[in-house]
Structures are given as structure tokens and as C-alpha cells.
T-cell receptor, first 116, second 114 residues
């Protein structure tokens, strides 16, 4: 099946610094990718939709300037958490629907971000 | 708006016994339903989906789910549970047309006891 690779799997950073998370579709092209955030023992909450060649679409309540999304190519989307704070610590997961594979999305392994 | 409910936070079952993880949904049009499993600190793994056709859908690792339109349910089942099935299970419904986002249920933690 299709593979979505997310990197890094774990990252610890200091408050005030920025962290970049990459999401790659390894064997298919994705014009759209989704970024989710998952709090402990909770479900996935959609943060934003990444669109290749255009601006990302953010869900209500998600700060655009804090969570920068760039969809540079048909196989790569990045999420940058800027000026990170401890409350940004969470599990971030990306997913990508495969072109031609209707109604199915593939998920990355997730990134555990800890801000100290 | 689409929504998904998983009424049980936790399901405990003995190894070898059948298991059921419940899911109900609400959509305005035709439901496209999915089950995913998540192991600790990992992403989601696809188990099965219902788009159209037979109401009983068979998926990975011996799991199956039955679509019930009248009850708006899509319960996940397995005839004989394994300890390795212990994980977090998410039911999801697709929100919108092709390529759009999935709406997830809150998740159910399954513990299979040896």
C-alpha cells in the first residue's frame, strides 16, 4: 500500500524555538495533505489542510502564524511550530489521500513534540 | 455536519473471546466509514472501510465491521481476540467529497487480557 513518511518521530525543543515536521508521500503524489493534532487520550483534531501550490486552509481556532504550513511539492508538506511553548506539546499526525484512490487516506507515523 | 460517536472509552475482553467496538455516525449524505488502529506513539493504520456494497466488510488482521444504515452504526468485530489486538481504535467518517478530511470518533481503547 501507499506510504506516508513523517519525520522526526520525536523531538524535544526549548520554549521559544521553532520546530519543523515533514510529511512525505513516498510512492504517490498528494495535492492535499492534512495535519492533525492529538492530545493524550483524545481523538485526532484537524488543524489544517495543506494544498500544493497554494495557501493552507486552517481550521477555526488554529493560529496561522504559529503553525506554518508549506506544501512545496506533490510529495512534501511541512508543518513548522514557531515560537513553541509547553502547551504546544502534543502528537502531530499528517495524512494524504492518494490520487486515484478514492475514499482512502494514508497516515504518517506521527511526531511526538515536547517543548520544555 | 458529520460526526462520529464511540460510546465506550475502554473495552476489555479475554483472549480468544469475540470482541466488538461500537461506532455510530451522523452524516447528511451517503456515509463513507472507516476503522483505524493506533499503537502507542504511532500513526494510524487502516483496518477496513465501507463505501458501498455488502454491509459486512472484512479487513486486516481478521477484523470485520457491519454497516447498519437504519441504526447508523458501523461496529468493529473480531471472532477471536488476540493480546496483540490491544490498541486504540478510531472510527471515522469522510467529510465531504473526494480528497476531503476525515472526521474521527473519540477512540476506544481495547485491552485483550491473556
Amino acid at each position: 500500500g501507499a506510504v506516508v513518511s513523517q519525520h522526526p518521530s520525536r523531538v524535544i525543543c526549548k520554549s521559544g524555538t521553532s520546530v519543523k515536521i515533514e510529511c512525505r508521500s513516498l510512492d504517490f503524489q498528494a495535492t492535499t495533505m492534512f495535519w492533525y493534532r492529538q492530545f493524550p487520550k483524545q481523538s485526532l483534531m484537524l488543524m489544517a489542510t495543506s494544498n500544493e501550490g497554494s495557501k493552507a486552509t486552517y481550521e477555526q481556532g488554529v493560529e496561522k502564524d504559529k503553525f506554518l504550513i508549506n506544501h512545496a511539492s506533490l510529495t512534501l508538506s511541512t508543518l513548522t511550530v514557531t515560537s513553541a511553548h509547553p502547551e504546544d506539546s502534543s502528537f502531530y499526525i499528517c495524512s494524504a489521500p492518494q490520487l486515484g484512490r478514492v475514499n482512502e487516506a494514508f497516515f504518517g507515523q506521527g511526531t511526538r513534540l515536547t517543548v520544555v | 455536519a458529520q460526526s462520529v460517536a464511540q460510546p465506550e472509552d475502554q473495552v476489555n475482553v479475554a483472549e480468544g473471546n469475540p470482541l466488538t467496538v461500537k461506532c455510530t455516525y451522523s452524516v447528511s449524505g451517503n456515509p463513507y466509514l472507516f476503522w483505524y488502529v493506533q499503537y502507542p506513539n504511532r500513526g494510524l493504520q487502516f483496518l477496513l472501510k465501507y463505501i458501498t456494497g455488502d454491509n459486512l466488510v472484512k479487513g486486516s488482521y481478521g477484523f470485520e465491521a457491519e454497516f447498519n444504515k437504519s441504526q447508523t452504526s458501523f461496529h468493529l468485530k473480531k471472532p477471536s481476540a488476540l493480546v496483540s489486538d490491544s490498541a486504540l481504535y478510531f472510527c471515522a467518517v469522510r467529510d465531504g467529497d473526494y480528497g476531503q478530511n476525515f472526521v474521527f470518533g473519540p477512540g476506544t481503547r481495547l485491552s485483550v487480557l491473556p
